[in-house]
């Protein structure tokens, strides 16, 4: 069981930036890969990036350019680097964590994190 805790979420203006950051905890050693879904009001849950512990990174191509994933190894800590942000970035993120075969498979969701974007 793998225990996810999101912070960094918040207010912020369109074009601003905002980090967020989620630390993992208990059974690190059953996964090997870490992400950020997000789901605005009235919308389906969708992924915005993943990154696994080999380093490699997966973006869904609206995010690409504008957001960045990061891990810290050490914290066992993902981060997610928002900048340029829309008002249609405004949403709950939710962390995830699971593995990366052959596809990118996450069983692990945290409670998630507010993001809203003022315009």
């Known amino acids: 069981q793998v225990q996810l805790v999101e912070s960094g979420g918040g207010l912020v203006q369109a074009g601003g930036s905002l980090r967020l950051s989620c630390a993992a905890s208990?059974?690190?050693?059953?996964?090997?890969?870490m992400g950020w879904y997000r789901q605005a009001p009235g919308k389906q849950r969708e992924l915005v990036a993943s990154i696994d512990f080999g380093g490699i990174t997966n973006y869904k191509d609206s995010m690409k350019g504008r957001f960045a994933i990061s891990r810290d190894s050490a914290k066992n800590t993902v981060y997610l680097q928002m900048s340029s942000l829309k008002p249609e970035d405004t949403a709950l993120y939710y962390c995830?964590?699971?593995?990366?075969?052959?596809?990118?498979?996450?069983?692990?969701w945290g409670q998630g994190t507010q993001v809203t974007v003022s315009s």
């Open positions: 208990g059974s690190i050693s059953s996964i090997n890969a």
């Open positions: 995830v964590a699971g593995k990366h075969d052959r596809g990118w498979y996450f069983n692990s």
